[in-house]
Nanobody
């Protein structure tokens, strides 16, 4: 069973930076749209940024100019570069992707287990 695995979360001071990564736990055929969502305590999960297989990005207004989403199609890896972090960015960040495990399998939506990002002095 393929899973998405995130890494790179942690504790950082306000104004600091973190880089999140996400990739499959095993081999897959192809990714489609990939994205990052986050959920803060007591709040609904929200889209942070997404990127299509062709590199077209969508970024939430709350992080625009500070966060950058990118992907390495050759290595099936998704990234989120987070700069100028604020306490309100504190949340669990989830990787999400549409993918085909094999050439004959249907497109399916996958989620990672989440990685905690805490912005605090």
């Amino acid at each position: 069973q393929v899973q998405l695995v995130e890494s790179g979360g942690g504790l950082v001071q306000p104004g600091g930076s973190l880089r999140l990564s996400c990739g499959p736990s095993g081999s897959i055929f192809r990714f489609n749209v990939m994205g990052w969502h986050r959920q803060a305590p007591g709040k609904q999960r929200e889209l942070v940024a997404r990127i299509t297989s062709g590199g077209i990005t969508t970024v939430a207004d709350s992080v625009k100019g500070r966060f950058t989403v990118s992907r390495d199609n050759a290595n099936n890896t998704l990234y989120l570069q987070m700069n100028s972090l604020k306490p309100e960015d504190t949340a669990v960040y989830y990787c999400n992707a549409g993918l085909k495990v094999t050439v004959t399998s249907p497109w399916a939506d996958y989620w990672g287990q989440g990685t905690q990002v805490t912005v605090s002095s």
